[in-house]
C-alpha cells in the first residue's frame, strides 16, 4: 500500500519540504530510495529497520519503494529517519496513516528506537509555517529551538514508540516552551571602556558600526587590535527579531545549537584561523554545502587577524560576498545561497617584523620587505575596506592608568541613531551608508560648500580615484549621521579622508 | 626592437675631445679612461656640478627618505644627480631628482637597449626622456658582475662628490667611494645608528676619516659648489603657507619630523579623535604634513 508523509530538506539555510511517498508491496524484499539521496539518507534503510523492531513492531521482508519528491532536489541529512520509518508502518498497515497528513516530520533514530538531535529544526519550523502545515513532529531535543517560531504546534518525541502512540492519540504532548534567549554570553560583559588609549581607532571603530563599513586595523604586536574588533558587536544595534532568527537560522543549520537550543539575540562574533579553507570560509565542503564562516557571522563580526597570513586565494573569495551579502555555491546539484551581511574587521602588523612607526623598538624591515609584505594583500579586498586605521603600541601612562573613555552601551546609543537616520533614507531599510547603491546614497548626500571645495582640493592634492572618493563620502555621510547633522560638512569630509587606505600612500621606492 | 626603444631619443656615441664628451673622465687618476660612451637623452654639460648619490639595494626606510630629501634639494639647487640605477638608494635618488625637474645620469653597466634592473625599467625609460643614460658598453651588451665596479668608476668620474647614504662595509656603494677617492674626488657620507647594519658603510667611512660627515644636502652643496648659490626655499614656503585654523595650529605644533601616530596626537593635545583626524587630513591637503605608513608628520620642506 502506499503511505504520504512529508519532511524537509535543507538547502542552504532553507528548508524546502519535501513528500515522501512510501510503497510497500509484495516482491522480492528489498528497501530502495529514489529522488537524489546522499549516502546519510539511504543509509536510514538499516536504522529504521532496527528501530522499528526495537520498538516491538514485526518487520516483514517485503518490497519498499520510497520516493523523496520533488525529485530532482538532492537531499542531505538522518533527519529522514523519522518520516520514513512512519511511512514505512503506514505502508505496511502497521500503523494508521491518516494521522500522519498535516504534519512535517523529522528525527534522526537509533538502532534502538530513541530520537537523535538533528540540524536545522528551526528551518524546518520556519517551512513549516510558511507552507501553512499544522505542525512539526521533531526530537524533543530541536523542539525548545523549533517552538522559537509560533503560528504551528511543534511535537517534541522521545523514541519511535513514542511518536507512533502519540499518532494513535494515546499520548497528550502538550505546549513546548520556547528556548530561552542566550543567557548572558561572555563576550556581552566585554565592554569598550576595558581599552585603553587608542582614542582613534576606537573613534573609527565607532564610525564603522554607525555606518556598516569595513574596518582596518594596523598596529604593532600587542597593540590592542583583537581586544578593539572583539568588542565591535557590542556597539552594535541590538538585532531585530528577523534578525535573530536569520542569525539563528543559520547556527541551526550548521548543526551549533543542537546541545543548547536557544534564540541567538548577541551578534555573532567569528575569527577563523589564518589557514581556513576557501569552503571554511565561504562555505561548501562534501555533500551539500554547509555555511561557512562567513555566512556564521551573517549580522555580526568576522574578524580576520593578521590579514597577510591568510591564504590569497582565500581572501578573493571574499569578495563577491562581501559586494553582494549574500554567497552563492554552485553544485551540479544547483546552486545555494546563504547569506552573509558581516561587518569585516581586519587586523594586520604594520610591516613584517610588526614594529614600523613604534616609538620603542626600531623596524628591521628593509622597503623591499615592506613592499613585499604589503603586496601579499589583495588590492581589491583593500578596496572594499572603507575605514583604515593605525593602532600604536600604548605607552606606560596609558598600561598602567585606569581604563578610560566610554562605555559601549553609551557609544551602541549614538550608533544607534545613527543606523536609525540611515534606515529613513535607504529602500529596503537594512541599508547602510557602506551598502546603499550610490543613487540611493547620491540622493541622501547633501555637502556643504565648504565640503565641496575641500573634495576638489582633496582629489588634486592626494590624487584621490573615482573609487577612494566613493568611499570617502560614505565615511563622512556616516560621521555627519553620528552627529545628528543632515548636512555634510568639511570636517567630516576630513576625517572621512584620513581613514582612507593607507595603501595609496605607499611610496613608490624601488 | 620594442615600441619603446623607438619612442625614445636615439642613443649617440661620444669621444673624448668632442664636445659632450665630460672633461671630468680624462681625470680618472689610476683608473683607465672610457675609450667612448654610448649617451641617450638630455645632453652632458661639464659645467653642470654633479654628486653621486650611492648606497645598498637593501635600504631602510630612513635610507629612502633619506636618499630622496637630499636628491632632491641638490636637484633643486640645480645640482645634476648621478647613480647607477640599481634598486634601492639609486632609484630614489634618480626618483626624486626627476620628480623635482632636475637633471639625473644614470650610469649603466649594460648596453642602453637591456632591460637592467627589471623592476627600474620605468625608471629607466623616464630617464631616457628627462635625463641621461650613460654607458661605455655598446647595445646588446648583457651585465656581468666585472662591468659594475667599471661601471661605479664612471660614476664616481662623472661627479665632483660621491654621496654614500647606505651600505653594509662590503657594499658596492663603498667601492664607488674609494674609487672616488682614488681618482681625487669628495667622499660624503650620511651617518646612521651604530645598530644598522646598513649605516655601517657610511659610519667606517667617517671614522677612518675617508668622508666628510653630512646630514643635510645644504652640506654637500656648500663643499661641493662654494659658487653657486642655495635656493632659499624657505621664503617660498612662507608664501605658500596658507592660514590655520586655531586647532590646525595646534595640531601643526604638535607634529615633529620623525612621523606620529593620530593617538599619540589626541593625547598630547587632548583633542577629540575625529578632530585631530580632520585637521590632520586638511593639512596634508594643503601639503603641510605628510601621510607615512608610521604615522603623520610635517612635510619635508616643513621647519
Known amino acids: 500500500m502506499l503511505a504520504k508523509t512529508e519532511s524537509i530538506a535543507i538547502i542552504g539555510a532553507d528548508a524546502h519540504l519535501v513528500e515522501i511517498e512510501v510503497d510497500v508491496s509484495g516482491g522480492l524484499p528489498g528497501f530502495t530510495i529514489v529522488g537524489l539521496p546522499t549516502k546519510s539518507v539511504r543509509e536510514a534503510e538499516q536504522r529504521t529497520r532496527s528501530a522499528i523492531e526495537a520498538s516491538g513492531r514485526p518487520w516483514v521482508p517485503q518490497r519498499v519503494v520510497a520516493n523523496l519528491a520533488p525529485g530532482g532536489l538532492r537531499k542531505d541529512g538522518t533527519h529522514f529517519d523519522l518520516p520514513l520509518a512512519l511511512g514505512l508502518l503506514a505502508g505496511a498497515r502497521l500503523i494508521d496513516g491518516k494521522p500522519l497528513e498535516g504534519w512535517v516530520i523529522i528525527g534522526e533514530l537509533a538502532l534502538n528506537g530513541t530520537l537523535r538531535p538533528v540540524r536545522g529544526a528551526l528551518a524546518a519550523a520556519m517551512a513549516c509555517r510558511a507552507a501553512g502545515r499544522r505542525g512539526l513532529v521533531c526530537p524533543a531535543s530541536n523542539a525548545p529551538e523549533a517552538a522559537l517560531v509560533d503560528g504551528i504546534e511543534v511535537v517534541p518525541v522521545t523514541t519511535l514508540d513514542d511518536c507512533i502512540r502519540w499518532l494513535a492519540g494515546e499520548l497528550d504532548k502538550g505546549q513546548v516552551a520556547p528556548a530561552g534567549v542566550a543567557d548572558e554570553d561572555a563576550r556581552a560583559i566585554e565592554d569598550l571602556c576595558e581599552v585603553r588609549g587608542h582614542r582613534g581607532a576606537k573613534r573609527a571603530a565607532e564610525v564603522a558600526a554607525a555606518g556598516g563599513h569595513n574596518l582596518m586595523l594596523v598596529g604593532p604586536p600587542g597593540s590592542g587590535k583583537t581586544m578593539l574588533a572583539r568588542r565591535l558587536p557590542g556597539i552594535l544595534p541590538p538585532m531585530s527579531l528577523d534578525e535573530s532568527l536569520e542569525v539563528t537560522r543559520i547556527s541551526s543549520v550548521a548543526g551549533m545549537l543542537t546541545d543548547r537550543p536557544r534564540l541567538v539575540r548577541e551578534r555573532p562574533f567569528r575569527s577563523p584561523h589564518q589557514h581556513v579553507s576557501v569552503a571554511g570560509l565561504v562555505g561548501g565542503g562534501t555533500g551539500l554545502p554547509r555555511p561557512g564562516e562567513i555566512s556564521l557571522a551573517h549580522n555580526g563580526v568576522l574578524f580576520l587577524d593578521e590579514l597577510s597570513l591568510y591564504r590569497r586565494d582565500v581572501l578573493e573569495a571574499l569578495r563577491a560576498p562581501l559586494e553582494e551579502g549574500i554567497v552563492r555555491i554552485a553544485r551540479s546539484g544547483g546552486v545555494i545561497a546563504y547569506p552573509c551581511r558581516f561587518a569585516l574587521v581586519a587586523a594586520m602588523n604594520p610591516c613584517g617584523c610588526g614594529y614600523l612607526g613604534d616609538s620603542m623598538r626600531a623596524c628591521r624591515c628593509s622597503e623591499h620587505q615592506l613592499q613585499i609584505y604589503r603586496s601579499k594583500l589583495s588590492g581589491p579586498l583593500l578596496d572594499r575596506i572603507d575605514i583604515h586605521v593605525g593602532m600604536a603600541r600604548l605607552g606606560k601612562g596609558e598600561l598602567l592608568g585606569a581604563g578610560d573613555g566610554e562605555s559601549s552601551a553609551d557609544v551602541a546609543t549614538r550608533v544607534a541613531a545613527a543606523r536609525a537616520a540611515q534606515a529613513l533614507r535607504y529602500q529596503p531599510a537594512q541599508l547602510t551608508n557602506a551598502s546603499a547603491p550610490k543613487a540611493q546614497l547620491e540622493a541622501g548626500l547633501e555637502l556643504t560648500s565648504g565640503a565641496r571645495s575641500g573634495l576638489g582640493m582633496a582629489i588634486d592634492a592626494l590624487a584621490l580615484s573615482g573609487r577612494g572618493l566613493d568611499r570617502a563620502l560614505r565615511v563622512a555621510r556616516t560621521i555627519a549621521d553620528l552627529d545628528g547633522r543632515p548636512q555634510v560638512a568639511e570636517d567630516d569630509v576630513s576625517e572621512a579622508l584620513s581613514y582612507r587606505s593607507d595603501h595609496s600612500c605607499l611610496r613608490s621606492a624601488a | ?303
Open chain 2, 1 to 303: 626592437m620594442s615600441g619603446r626603444e623607438r619612442t625614445a631619443p636615439a642613443a649617440r656615441l661620444i669621444a673624448p675631445g668632442g664636445a659632450e664628451w665630460p672633461s671630468h673622465l680624462d681625470h680618472l687618476g689610476p683608473h683607465a679612461r672610457p675609450p667612448r660612451l654610448y649617451v641617450q637623452g638630455r645632453g652632458l654639460n661639464s659645467a653642470t656640478p654633479c654628486i653621486a648619490v650611492v648606497g645598498t639595494r637593501r635600504p631602510t626606510g630612513a635610507g629612502i627618505e633619506m636618499a630622496e630629501r637630499i636628491a632632491r634639494e641638490l636637484a633643486e639647487a640645480g645640482i645634476t644627480i648621478v647613480s647607477g640605477l640599481a634598486v634601492g638608494i639609486d632609484a630614489a635618488a634618480h626618483r626624486a631628482a626627476l620628480a623635482a625637474g632636475g637633471h639625473t645620469i644614470a650610469v649603466l653597466g649594460c648596453g642602453l637597449d637591456i632591460p637592467y634592473p627589471k623592476r627600474n625599467v620605468a625608471l629607466k625609460d623616464a630617464i631616457r626622456r628627462s635625463g641621461t643614460l650613460v654607458t661605455e658598453h655598446p647595445q646588446g651588451t648583457h651585465p656581468t658582475k666585472a662591468y659594475f665596479p667599471l661601471r661605479n668608476r664612471i660614476i664616481a668620474g662623472l661627479s665632483g662628490g660621491v654621496l654614500v647614504i647606505e651600505g653594509a662595509i662590503t657594499s658596492g656603494a663603498l667601492v664607488t667611494a674609494r674609487l672616488a677617492i682614488d681618482c681625487d674626488r669628495s667622499v660624503y657620507a650620511v651617518p646612521g645608528s651604530v645598530r644598522n647594519p646598513m649605516a655601517e658603510g657610511p659610519n667606517e667611512l667617517i671614522r677612518s676619516s675617508q668622508a666628510m660627515l653630512v646630514t643635510c644636502a645644504k652640506h654637500v652643496f656648500d663643499d661641493l659648489a662654494p659658487s653657486l648659490v642655495w635656493p632659499d626655499s624657505t621664503n617660498g614656503r612662507a608664501k605658500h603657507n596658507p592660514e590655520l585654523t586655531a586647532h590646525e595650529a595646534r595640531v601643526m605644533r604638535a607634529l615633529d619630523d620623525a612621523p606620529l601616530s593620530v593617538d599619540h596626537l589626541c593625547r598630547a593635545l587632548d583633542m577629540k579623535p575625529g578632530l585631530v583626524a580632520s585637521c590632520l587630513s586638511q593639512l596634508e591637503v594643503r601639503g603641510i604634513v605628510a601621510r607615512t605608513r608610521a604615522g603623520y608628520a610635517h612635510a619635508r620642506r616643513w621647519g
